[in-house]
């Protein structure tokens, strides 16, 4: 009787353990997902950023080229503009030959 007893003890002892290492495996599970959580959430976050910085550079070139079109526009209708303004037309029509490659 006392034998049996014994090993009934160290078959719930065995037990425990087994749910013991089955919970820490799942801690450790739901630490490693809280840190792929808050990685995902820095990457959206940075994503937003660039999003928003890539759509002012949008703005700026489009307001740049509006710009250079305006001036082209301008020298092909008053021909005698002075040669500043003509290297200005000039580096515009080239720096929208570099832009839109």
């Keep these: 009787m006392v034998t049996a007893s014994a090993v009934e003890a160290r078959k719930d002892a065995e037990r425990s353990q087994r749910n013991l290492k089955e919970l820490e495996e799942q801690i450790q599970n739901d630490d490693r997902l809280e840190l792929v959580e808050a990685s995902l959430k820095n ?17 700026v070139c489009v307001q740049k ?10 020298h092909r209708l008053i021909p005698s503009l002075k040669p500043r303004k003509r290297y200005l037309m000039l580096s515009c029509q080239s720096s929208q030959i570099r832009t839109s490659s």
């Excluded at 990457?43 to 703005?59: G, N, P, V, Y």
């Design 43 to 59: 990457t959206q976050e940075r994503s937003d950023e660039l999003e928003f910085q890539l759509s002012r550079l949008k703005h």
């Design 65 to 74: 080229f509006h710009s250079c079109a305006v001036l082209y526009a301008t």
